[in-house]
């Protein structure tokens, strides 16, 4: 495991469950149980129609490169070794996460490119889920 140089999460209340599915390697999200409306990030309340009753369901893991962008400098420890690729991904459920895409050329990058979630593990309790391409 190479050393993690990033910030960590803030792991309380509602992202608990969050990053603990993380950890375990798999990705969830909310569901409502009133509307039905997944979401993303985690929150107490529906964002759809703002009620309270929320369950954590596992996602696919896949989804598809909604909108991007190429860093190729950034001056802040941990984020300085670039080029890498922050990109908003849209899951098959419908909700969009930021992260970043890995294990491929920058260059290669797509609007609309399927990926898939893996997990890096920035210590024995975080991991932290990427996307890269699927296939």
């Excluded at 909310?30 to 954590?56: D, M, T, V």
Aim: glycine share 10%; charged share 20%.
């Amino acid at each position: 495991m190479p050393d993690w140089n990033k910030p960590l999460p803030s792991i309380v209340g509602e992202t608990r469950p969050y990053w603990e599915g993380c950890r375990q390697g798999y990705l969830l999200i909310q569901k409502c149980e009133s509307c039905g409306e997944h979401q993303f990030y985690p929150r107490g309340i529906c964002a759809n129609c703002w009620a309270g009753e929320l369950e954590w369901v596992k996602a696919s893991g896949k989804g598809k490169v909604w909108t991007f962008t190429v860093t190729y400098q950034n001056r802040t420890p941990g984020f300085d070794g670039g080029p890498y690729v922050l990109a908003l991904v849209e899951l098959e459920e419908g909700v969009r996460m930021f992260s970043n895409i890995v294990e491929c050329n920058p260059r290669d990058v797509k609007i609309g490119m399927p990926v898939q979630v893996t997990f890096v593990k920035a210590n024995d309790q975080v991991s932290v889920p990427y996307f890269k391409p699927a296939g």
